[in-house]
């Protein structure tokens, strides 16, 4: 198994700020990784360290072999970068766009052409490719701006938060890209604050916060830590709430109730779907116990957090940019 | 080389569509000049006394000196809207080569400094301004305008990479252009001034190139004791190509640096 990115304990401060505190790293090449933390967590920073955009304060980072420190040129040419924000040139014509990248990897005039032309067509901006990018809506800027990172066709690919401020039917399109890259044989790393995106994209997920890795494993490994669905519940009063802890304490599998500060809300991870959501109701039916407020969800980032670190990712100011 | 060439050539490309689509911008620089031709040339015209021709003649070559460095807050200005909108990010993770993106800007912004050099000329023309030394002189005297221009413009790559937003760079270029511009024999003779003030403004490299446009294009001047001023063509060249070198290596560096 060759590996396309290793980083070994990579470090990084802005000023006092502690930005990356020894990350490790490993993807396999022809894998997804999705890197799934809050804002602030250190995923910009550590994509912007791969794509030689910063250099680091300690530890290591290889691209296809080639070290990012060492050898920043040999890296470039293996890697494609899509930014949080859409990097295309608005004065530009979606065509001249890719027109421009393809030019300065010096594919030549005829072969640049005609893949500026094949990526137009693949990302459906065939019609608006003569438009200049100012018009464009904000998910085809983003298709522009994914579409411009695979010019040279790059073995490696990194995605900063692809999808944010995406609407659900652009983030789908998206997905349905990325998937289609993958498939012919892109090593890619993702970054995002969704745990959905990197369920649908990722092969592993790593969950990085405060610029540490806490976890690394498939996205139904992590789920499995978690739980399976989320229950909140609300009870009448707090007497209520301490047995309700104790009797959803014997009666489900999942994880142990928590009890939140107001003293009456409750959330819990079941496990075995309908069937422990249901075994759960009816216990505190049994017991007794008055319910204002019974939702289930699926596992959210917070949950993850919260079983990770016994605390939801809190305000954290903003990731710094180099 | 060749990449370098190829990496250039496309960057400035960009830069000159870009020009073609934003023509207000273009207007920016060439009216500003125009207006300091007419105005100043009025209203200082009608109180300064120069000795062997008229004002205009004798303001002519500061102005267009004037506008050669103020060219540096266009170019930072658009150094500052790169970084911000995630485009040089793309062009740094790109195998190009790190010289070729800040090349492209200020080989493009020449352009620029061109219309505005024309602009003034043919304003300056309808106002009686001459060249009285020939064709090949006034040719070298533009020549030395553009080094100026071009130097400037690396100086603002550097000032855009460094203050890395709009408002400082406005505040930076105006804290650089006027004390230039105005320490200097661009809009009045130097005769008049005490003798320690005199000798800065005789040193201030804008004044060289002044003077030295003024001795090209034959127009009046009063030629000052210090060395600059007894020969401002030499003076003039040597100064700008310093600063140009200077100017590019730090910017260079600066670009690199992450």
Request: proline share 4%.
């Amino acid at each position: 198994m060759t590996l396309a990115i290793e980083i070994t304990g990579l470090r990084k401060t802005y000023g006092s700020q502690v930005a990356l505190d020894g990350v490790d790293l490993s993807v396999p090449a022809g894998t997804v990784l999705g890197l799934l933390g809050p804002n602030g967590a250190g995923k910009t920073t550590v994509v912007r360290i791969l794509s030689t955009l910063l250099a680091a304060d300690g530890g290591t980072a290889r691209v296809c072999g080639h070290d990012v420190a060492a050898d920043p040129g040999e890296v470039r040419r293996r890697i494609g970068l899509t930014g949080q924000y859409a990097a295309v040139d608005e004065m530009l014509t979606g065509r001249e766009n890719l027109v421009l990248i393809g030019t300065l990897y010096r594919l030549g005039r005829r072969a640049t052409r005609r893949r500026a032309d094949e990526l137009l067509e693949r990302f459906g901006l065939t019609e608006a490719g003569g438009r200049l990018a100012k018009t464009y809506s904000g998910g085809m800027r983003r298709r522009l701006d994914l579409a411009a990172s695979l010019v040279a066709d790059p073995p490696v690919l990194f995605l900063d938060e692809p999808t944010t401020g995406l609407d659900i039917t652009n983030r789908r399109t998206l997905w349905a890209t990325v998937r289609e890259q993958v498939g012919l044989g892109t090593t890619v790393l993702l970054t995002t604050q969704y745990l959905e995106e990197a369920d649908q994209l990722a092969d592993r997920v790593a969950v990085l916060d405060d610029g540490r890795v806490l976890a690394d494993g498939t996205a139904e490994e992590l789920k499995r830590k978690v739980g399976g669905e989320q229950l909140h519940l609300r009870v009448r009063s707090a007497t209520q709430a301490v047995t309700a802890v104790q009797v959803l304490a014997r009666s489900s599998t999942g994880a142990e109730p928590m009890l939140d500060a107001d003293g009456v809300s409750i959330r819990l991870a079941v496990a075995g779907g309908v069937t422990g959501i249901a075994a759960a109701a009816t216990a505190l039916r049994d017991a007794g116990i008055e319910i204002d407020v019974f939702t289930s969800s699926a596992p959210t980032l917070d949950d993850v957090f919260l079983s990770l670190v016994g605390r939801t990712p809190g305000p954290i100011p903003e990731e710094v940019p180099a | 080389m060749i990449a370098l060439a190829v990496q250039t050539t496309a960057l400035t490309n960009r830069h000159l569509r870009h020009l073609t689509r934003m023509p207000m911008r273009l207007l920016g620089v060439t009216v500003m000049p125009i207006a300091y031709v007419v105005i100043f040339g009025y209203l200082f015209g009608s109180v300064i006394e120069v000795e062997g021709g008229g004002y205009r003649e004798f303001l002519m070559a500061g102005i267009f000196a004037q506008m050669m460095l103020t060219n540096l807050q266009h170019t930072a200005l658009g150094v500052v809207d790169d970084l911000r909108n995630g485009i040089d990010d793309r062009f740094r993770s790109l195998p190009v080569a790190g010289f070729a993106v800040p090349l492209a800007r200020t080989v493009a912004d020449l352009t620029r400094v061109v219309c505005a050099c024309v602009a003034m000329a043919v304003v300056g023309y309808a106002m009686g301004w001459r060249v009285h030394n020939g064709l090949t002189s006034a040719l070298a005297g533009f020549g030395l305008l553009l080094l100026l221009g071009f130097a400037s413009a690396w100086v603002g790559v550097l000032v855009g990479l460094k203050l890395r937003n709009a408002e400082s760079v406005s505040a930076v270029s105006f804290l650089v252009v006027m004390p230039a511009t105005f320490l200097s024999n661009a809009f009045i003779p130097l005769t008049g001034l005490p003798a320690w003030l005199r000798t800065v403004c005789e040193w201030n490299p804008l004044s060289v190139v002044v003077a030295a446009c003024r001795q090209l294009f034959g127009n009046p001047g009063s030629a000052g004791d210090s060395w600059p001023m007894q020969h401002p063509v030499p003076a003039a060249v040597g100064l700008t190509l310093a600063l140009l070198a200077i100017a590019a290596v730090l910017a260079t560096r600066a670009y690199r640096a992450k």
